[in-house]
Every structure is written in structure tokens, then in C-alpha cells.
């Protein structure tokens, strides 16, 4: 998990380990249920040369070029076409479906806290499964205070001041009525708008936050002006982001019995600051506590894999809206996302390189179970042909997600694949 630490000889074996992976590809190409085509573009991926790579994009072609077409693809309309993109990906759920809706405002003391999930506070509100919940106006961290012009002495002295807690400002709990532990809750993402500006900043090294905090101890805050119509965030001049808002935050309650801090993520989901979970997507989340009780917050405009510094680009939304569906008695362990392109099993851990063998894990048993291959056929296909990606390093569980893309199976097999399906 540190070979770029290495240099160049270090990239050089692992494109040499990817080619003679590659050669696999033969005798998967003959399973009934993997698509040719598919199957032969990622070959011919994995055949560039070393150079061909680095003059695209350096290492992180390395992570996109297994999958021209998947996953190029514009998941959500935040994101702007990409050239040579997918011409068509149809979407998962309808983006405006029937039943209840219902609205949560953010109001300190009564619908948000900060930094916590409470699992002794009564739901703010009980829904039934189907209904939509609507959340209005979201707070940045801190409760709100911070805002262009707060300093980063002033953001630092905030977490300070909250010991044993995030800075998230979290709604909830929510409960879905019937949910139970061994079930599972399915959160559809149909809106997420955010406000007109946001922030990104690393604290000063005494606070022992973000990847290198020693290297830059000074601490720093940047505030970003949005636009949601234009679809991107100026860095500067030179620098254009394009919008990618979803909620860095959003899960049910852990099976504990106090109020625990919001920074760790785990098989409950919570702060897992997964950057595909954007507008379009859904995530099974497994249930642990009666009522489920569903909590989210940590509003983000855009993230890269990793969120290295501490933080993404944070806002607020004005709107976030989530359709929650409940799956009865499914024995599901960890969270699993899905986009219009990729499944994406996903796992944490304290040690990232365990974080990794678990996700390992989660994405050969979604290949057993959901997509019906053997458990030797699962590993080796997880070996070359689905990327792996380091979620966040900065949230004290560690997070790594596998990119499933769903152009490497037959279109009508495909269609057959349940995330859910628990038996092979």
C-alpha cells in the first residue's frame, strides 16, 4: 500500500505483475457469464507500455484504463461528459418515485448534533420504508460557524474545544419502521444541491489530523465559490474541478450502546466519504439496531479518492434528498454502492492494508453470490479486472472500495446480478 514510495522501479514491476495478469484473461474469457468485447478491451489496456500510461495521465491511468468505456461514463449530471465516455447509462431508479415524503430542517439541539451518532436519543422521525426523506438547508461543521472568512486558528480551536467528537453537523437518527438486525436498507440518492460556497483546509500538525501532518504543520483554509449551474469549482485561475456533491456521511447506527464519535466509518457505513456516492447511485447498508436509525451530515461539493489533507471541497446543501427502501432478513456483512456503471463493494479498518483484504473479501464474495462465479474465478477476476481505490486515510478507520465495472459481464446476465443475492 506504499509501493510510490519506492520510485519508478516500483511502478515499473507493478505494470509488469498487470501484463502477466492479463494473460488470465484467456480462461475467464470462456466464462458463460463474461462479456468478450468486455473482456478484450481491458486486454489490450493492460498491454500499453509503461510509457504509453505516464504520457495520459501518470499512475492514475493506471486506474481508469482497465475501463474506457465504463467508466468514463458520467455517473450523475454533476459530472460533465468525459470524450469517448459511455453514449448512454440508464439510471437505477426513478429519480422522482411515489410515496411519502418527508422534511427535515437542520436545527441545532433538536434534528442536529455535532460529531456524534446517538443511539439513545429518540428518532426525530419515523418513516416507512419507501418514503423519501427531504433534508433542508444542511450546516457545515461546526453547527454552522464555519463560513468564508473563518480563519483556520479559528477552525482548529473548534475541534479543540469538542474532544471525542467529529465536526460533522449530523441529522438524526431517523427510523425505518420494520427494520431489524440482519436487514438491510437500501438508500437511493435522487438530489443532492449544494450551497454556493465551500472550503477545504488541513489543521495545524497538533491536532494529528489529515495523511502528513508533521510535513505541514501550519495548517491552511481555501474557500471556493459554487456554481451548480456551471458544474465546477475554480482553484485559482489555472485549476477548474468539476462538482461531484454527495454526503460524506450517511449510514444507520452501529451496534453500540452510547453516543459514539462520527469520524470512524464501518459496516454501518457512517463517514466512509465515498466520492461515487453521488446523485444516481444507491448503497446497501447492513442494520444493526432496531429502527435502523438512519444519520448523515458532512456535506462535500467534490473529493478525490483518498481525501488526503483532512477534508474534501465541505459545504452545506440545500437539499438532499434520499428514497430509503428496506430488504428483509438479507445477511449482508458490509456496504455495498452501486452506480449506473460499477458496483462497488467497500470495507475499514484501522490498518489500511487490512482494509484492503477485507474489501478484497467483500468483492470476491459480491462475485460468488450476486454474479455466480466460483470462488477461484471471483479472486482471479478480482485480480485483473477490478480497481481498487483507497476511499479516505483520514477518518482513524481507513477506508479501500473495488470498482466492479458492469461492461466486463454479458448485457443480459448482467441484468440478472443482485447486490443482495446472499446464496451462490
Not at 434534528?111 to 419515523?126: N, Q, S
Not at 448523515?296 to 479518492?305: E, F, N, R
Given at each position: 500500500m506504499h509501493g510510490c514510495a519506492h520510485g519508478g522501479?516500483?511502478?515499473?514491476?507493478?505494470?509488469?505483475?498487470?501484463?502477466?495478469?492479463?494473460?488470465?484473461?484467456?480462461?475467464?474469457?470462456?466464462?458463460?457469464?463474461?462479456?468478450?468485447?468486455?473482456?478484450?478491451?481491458?486486454?489490450?489496456?493492460?498491454?500499453?507500455?509503461?510509457?504509453d500510461v505516464l504520457r495520459v495521465g501518470g499512475l492514475l491511468a493506471y486506474t481508469t484504463?482497465?475501463?474506457?468505456?465504463?467508466?468514463?461514463?458520467?455517473?450523475?449530471?454533476?459530472?460533465?461528459?468525459?470524450?469517448?465516455?459511455?453514449?448512454?447509462?440508464a439510471p437505477l431508479f426513478d429519480p422522482n418515485p411515489q410515496g411519502r415524503a418527508h422534511t427535515v430542517d437542520s436545527i441545532p439541539g433538536e434534528?442536529?448534533?455535532?460529531?456524534?451518532?446517538?443511539?439513545?436519543?429518540?428518532?426525530?422521525?419515523?418513516i416507512?420504508?419507501?418514503?423519501?426523506?427531504?433534508?433542508?438547508?444542511?450546516?457545515?461543521?461546526?453547527?454552522?460557524?464555519?463560513?468564508?472568512?473563518v480563519s483556520i486558528e479559528e477552525i482548529a480551536q473548534l475541534r479543540r474545544d469538542n474532544p471525542g467528537r467529529g465536526p460533522h453537523s449530523i441529522i438524526g437518527p431517523i427510523a425505518v419502521r420494520g427494520a431489524a438486525p440482519g436487514d438491510v436498507l437500501e438508500l437511493r440518492l435522487l438530489r443532492l444541491e449544494p450551497i454556493e460556497y465551500g472550503f477545504n483546509f488541513n489543521n495545524?500538525?497538533?491536532?494529528?489530523?489529515?495523511?502528513?501532518?508533521?510535513?505541514?504543520?501550519?495548517?491552511?483554509?481555501?474557500?471556493?465559490?459554487?456554481?451548480?449551474?456551471?458544474?465546477?469549482?475554480?482553484?485559482g485561475d489555472t485549476i477548474r474541478l468539476p462538482l461531484g456533491p454527495f454526503q460524506g456521511t450517511l449510514g444507520v447506527a452501529p451496534d453500540v450502546s452510547e453516543p459514539v464519535s462520527s469520524v470512524p466509518p464501518g459496516p454501518f457505513a457512517g463517514n466512509l466519504d465515498l466520492r461515487e456516492q453521488v446523485e444516481g447511485t444507491r448503497i446497501f447498508v447492513p442494520v444493526f439496531k432496531p429502527g435502523a436509525l438512519i444519520f448523515?451530515?458532512?456535506?462535500?461539493?467534490?473529493?478525490?479518492?483518498g481525501e488526503v489533507n483532512l477534508t474534501a471541497v465541505e459545504t452545506a446543501m440545500r437539499e438532499v434528498r434520499v428514497q430509503v427502501l428496506l430488504h428483509k432478513a438479507v445477511p449482508l456483512a458490509w456496504p455495498i454502492a452501486e452506480t449506473p456503471t460499477h458496483w462497488i463493494p467497500l470495507a475499514t479498518h484501522a490498518d489500511l492494508n487490512e482494509a484492503f483484504r477485507q474489501c478484497l473479501r467483500n468483492v470476491v464474495d459480491f462475485l460468488v453470490h450476486s454474479a455466480r462465479m466460483s470462488p477461484l474465478?471471483?479472486?482471479?477476476l478480482a485480480s485483473v479486472a477490478v480497481s481498487f481505490r483507497v476511499t479516505q486515510v483520514v477518518n482513524a478507520n481507513q477506508g479501500v472500495h473495488g470498482m466492479i465495472a458492469k461492461e466486463l459481464f454479458a448485457e443480459d446476465f448482467r441484468k440478472e446480478i443482485d447486490p443482495l443475492r446472499r446464496t451462490s
Open positions: 522501479g516500483r511502478v515499473e514491476r507493478l505494470h509488469d505483475e498487470f501484463v502477466d495478469r492479463a494473460a488470465n484473461l484467456d480462461r475467464l474469457a470462456h466464462h458463460d457469464q463474461l462479456d468478450p468485447a468486455g473482456l478484450d478491451t481491458f486486454l489490450r489496456a493492460r498491454r500499453a507500455t509503461r510509457r484504463a482497465a475501463f474506457p468505456l465504463a467508466a468514463q461514463a458520467a455517473p450523475h449530471p454533476w459530472l460533465p461528459p468525459v470524450a469517448g465516455g459511455a453514449a448512454h447509462v434534528t442536529v448534533e455535532l460529531g456524534r451518532f446517538d443511539v439513545t436519543k429518540a428518532p426525530i422521525l419515523t416507512d420504508p419507501g418514503d423519501t426523506i427531504v433534508y433542508r438547508n444542511t450546516l457545515t461543521h461546526f453547527l454552522g460557524a464555519i463560513r468564508p472568512g495545524p500538525a497538533d491536532l494529528r489530523t489529515g495523511a502528513l501532518p508533521d510535513e505541514f504543520p501550519e495548517g491552511q483554509v481555501r474557500y471556493f465559490d459554487i456554481d451548480p449551474r456551471e458544474g465546477i469549482v475554480r482553484w448523515t451530515g458532512d456535506s462535500h461539493a467534490l473529493q478525490g479518492d474465478d471471483a479472486y482471479g
